[in-house]
């Protein structure tokens, strides 16, 4: 068995963290801080792959994992916690393999289900640390105002095509993430990572910049991002800080009026109920719009991703309006009968119909997660992205 030493560290912890030991600033003391301390990681992905493993290195006693998904082959070009052996595998049991590799002396905590309004409180309320590795706004603001309400610091990161930002909020006299960010954009307006694309390393970078975060807070040392958003810009390899202040008037951390979580998808008008959906407009399955399609019917498809989504793959039959032109084409569609809209996961599509049905357009359909699901449901030869 391994010795302990007056400072708590067992011999074993001596010799893997031997250069960290020589650190004036991080030293025994230091070390005994990281082997205590508690960091929750919303999303083992692009972000949550390199926060974990180097938080893991470090030496950070506990470390929990909250991610409902399970690894797909597309994660593998940027979310290195994976391999091609996990694919299919819930990623949190892939990360937990992972990290035990790197560091068997870190205790790794799993919570294979989404991080909600239900759960955030009582999952977070025993971590110090909560680092945002989600790649979404409604759960973005959902870790934010639940660092708020606990008090516990979040690191903060998010990434899109070449470029990323990094801050740290909801410290003690800090700003929050409503404070940079008080109303989220309108849903479809910000394609996700897998409809805009992302450049593999990219969250490389910004995870490791919010790992360093997190170890400087637990070890009281340097100057945080708290207070400032670093801006990254992978293609030009530019980085610059902007300021933030407290908003006196937010909700979150000013006037203090976000005593409990809400509905964040409802908040993201990311829910069709809530968003109003007109009833005009109808929703498919890819495996119903394929019998439909082979049984004839006379249904005009429409693809409104961009054209170098198109060129990656298509559904048979269908036309390329790309959104932003969709509205210059509104008169001529609106003589089909039945209007079949898709985009790669469903929600610009979505948005789309909602503008056609505003201007009186009839008869619209929206294909359910999109040509993903076409390609997942019904044909395995069209490229997945």
Known sequence: MATVTAVGLSSDEIRRYSRHLLLQNVGEEGQVRLKNARVLLVGAGGLGSPAAMYLAAAGVGTLGIVDADRVDETNLQRQILHGSSDVDRPKTESARDTLGEINPLVAVRLYSERLTSQNALAIATDYDLLLDGSDNFPTRYLINDTGVILGKPVIYGSIFRFEGQVSVFATADGPCYRCLFRDPPPPGLIPSCAEAGVFGVLPGIVGTIQAT?????????????????????????????????????????????????????????????????????????????????????????????????????????????????????????????????????????????????????????????????????????????
């Open 213 to 385: 975060e997190a170890i400087k807070m637990i070890l009281g040392i340097g100057e945080t991002l708290a207070g400032r958003l670093l801006l990254i810009d992978a293609l030009t390899m530019h980085f610059r800080t902007m300021q933030i202040a407290r908003d006196p008037a937010c909700p979150a951390c000013g006037t203090r009026e976000l005593k409990r979580l809400i509905d964040y998808e409802q908040f993201c008008g990311m829910t069709a109920s809530d968003e109003g959906k007109p009833s005009e407009i109808g929703s498919i399955s890819a495996r119903d719009l394929a019998k439909r399609i082979a049984a004839g019917d006379p249904l005009s498809i429409v693809d409104v991703r961009e054209p170098f989504e198109w060129q990656i793959a298509k559904i048979p039959g269908a036309r390329l309006i790309p959104m932003r032109d969709i509205m210059s084409h509104a008169d001529e569609l609106r003589g089909a009968q039945e209007t079949i809209l898709y985009c790669h996961g469903g929600v610009r599509s979505l948005r789309v119909a909602r503008d056609l049905a505003a201007v009186g357009l009839r008869g619209l359909v929206n294909l359910e997660g999109g040509i993903d699901a076409w390609s997942r449901d019904v044909d395995p030869t069209v490229p997945r992205y």
